[in-house]
């Protein structure tokens, strides 16, 4: 992270994956009711494995975003009413259908109506987003940018859509200033 390009119009690639990424489309559980929050933590796994250096090359292996995804789902996803952790093979998979994620495929195959972690191993070599992402969050103030939006908007939201009190705190003793800094520390 922190490349910075000089002719890069930072603010406008800000707004057009901001408006992508609140429009995802996202799994609804309990007659429609209760939105996922997997798809918005891939990308913050995304955000965070650049962070950690993790990530050098516009190339997400399956099993190194897992590494990262897991923690950070499984840390508040009962807080934001998910009845269980949604495995990585779902979003990774399926945000492909957002535009801004892709897949690289192996021996040309190209979809499935039930991805598994097997799956995404015999026919994906990697996922990788646009390049003007991958420029966007190179950059640390906009990946910043990025992660606060999609923590305020998308995980914080989904919390209070889903009927959570997010200013009493829970019997795991979160509340939404003690979820906020656990979020905001990825």
């Keep these: 992270m922190g490349k910075i390009i000089r002719f890069f119009n930072y603010d406008a690639a800000l707004e057009h994956y901001e408006e992508a990424i609140i429009h995802m489309r996202r799994w609804t559980r309990g007659h429609g009711r209760v939105k996922t929050i997997a798809k918005p933590v891939l990308i913050l796994s995304i955000i965070k494995g650049m962070k950690d250096g993790e990530f050098t090359n516009n190339r997400f292996g399956y099993h190194d975003l897992k590494n990262i995804y897991e923690p950070i789902f499984k840390s508040f996803f009962l807080k934001g009413s998910q009845d269980s952790a949604t495995p990585l ?24 109506l039930a991805p598994s972690e097997n799956w995404l191993e015999r026919n994906v070599n990697y996922g990788f987003i646009d390049e003007e992402l991958w420029i966007l969050i190179n950059n640390e103030e906009y990946a910043e940018r990025l992660k606060d939006y ?23 003793g979160i509340n939404v200033k003690s979820l906020l800094t656990l979020l905001l520390a990825i």
Excluded: V
Excluded at 92 to 103: A, I, R, S
Excluded at 163 to 170: P, S, V
């Design 150 to 172: 999609i923590i305020r908007n998308l995980i914080i939201q989904t919390f209070e859509e889903n009927g959570n009190d997010m200013a009493a705190e829970d019997n795991s």
């Design 89 to 112: 093979y779902n979003p990774y998979y399926y945000l492909q259908t957002d535009g801004f994620w892709h897949l690289s495929w192996k021996d040309g195959c190209r979809s499935t």
